[in-house]
T-cell receptor
Framework: GQQLNQSPQSMFIQEGEDVSMNCTSS?????WLWYKQDPGEGPVLLIA?????ELTSNGRLTAQFGITRKDSFLNISASIPSDVGIYFC??????????????FGKGTLLTVNP | DGGITQSPKYLFRKEGQNVTLSCEQN?????MYWYRQDPGQGLRLIYY???????QKGDIAEGYSVSREKKESFPLTVTSAQKNPTAFYLC?????????????FGQGTRLTVV
């Protein structure tokens, strides 16, 4: 199946710092999604992006849909301890076939030191 | 409240036994999915179903089986043919009309085979 390259794999930061993570793909996506997963729980949708160049915010989170439609980034500003978790990017391909399938990155493990 | 319910939260089985994981949703979503999560591997799609009585293999379907007899339910059976069944299993659903909004996840079932 298609693969997304998500980086970094893990981050260890101090409370109050800003965080940036990104995903790249070899193929075009028409939707980019960012999820957060708390330990032992299912992922929760944070931000959805639908158009190339789109920049969307959700509180301290900001995400952008890359112009090439092959990448996306997520920024977290002024991190707090509850930001700890695994962040996943996910994309829906632009090619034919099922419109329902999502491809996920391998995740970025974020640790925030109080 | 609407949502996706996976049960049980933790499941232990002996090697060689089949085991069925439950997933129920009351969101009136058409599509349902099963993902497998291993440390550092992200989410990998096992099976998905767009409509009742129909389902398609995902990227890692070998050793698994599903059924979709009701819109609300999408149980996953981990068979003895699955070589490494110990993992965290996530069920998700999405709306046909709002498929671009991504999938909503259950809280997961952690399966341990000994």
């Amino acid at each position: 199946g298609q693969q997304l390259n998500q980086s970094p794999q893990s981050m260890f930061i101090q409370e109050g710092e800003d965080v940036s993570m990104n995903c790249t793909s070899s193929s075009i996506f028409n939707t980019w999604l960012w999820y957060k997963q708390d330990p032992g729980e299912g992922p929760v949708l944070l931000i959805a992006l639908y158009k190339a160049g789109e920049l969307t915010s959700n509180g301290r989170l900001t995400a952008q849909f890359g112009i090439t439609r092959k990448d996306s980034f997520l920024n977290i500003s002024a991190s707090i301890p509850s930001d700890v978790g695994i962040y996943f990017c996910a994309g829906r391909p632009n090619s034919g076939g099922s419109n329902y399938k999502l491809t996920f990155g391998k995740g970025t493990l974020l640790t925030v030191n109080p | 409240d609407g949502g996706i319910t996976q049960s049980p939260k933790y499941l232990f089985r002996k090697e060689g036994q089949n085991v069925t994981l439950s997933c129920e949703q009351n969101l009136n979503h058409d599509a349902m999915y099963w993902y497998r999560q291993d440390p550092g591997q992200g989410l990998r799609l096992i099976y998905y179903s767009q409509i009742v009585n129909d389902f398609q293999k995902g990227d890692i379907a070998e050793g698994y089986s599903v059924s979709r007899e009701k819109k609300e339910s999408f149980p996953l059976t981990v068979t003895s043919a699955q070589k490494n069944p110990t993992a965290f299993y996530l069920c998700a659903s999405s709306s046909d009309r709002a498929v671009r909004r991504g999938a909503f996840f259950g809280q997961g079932t952690r399966l341990t085979v000994v």
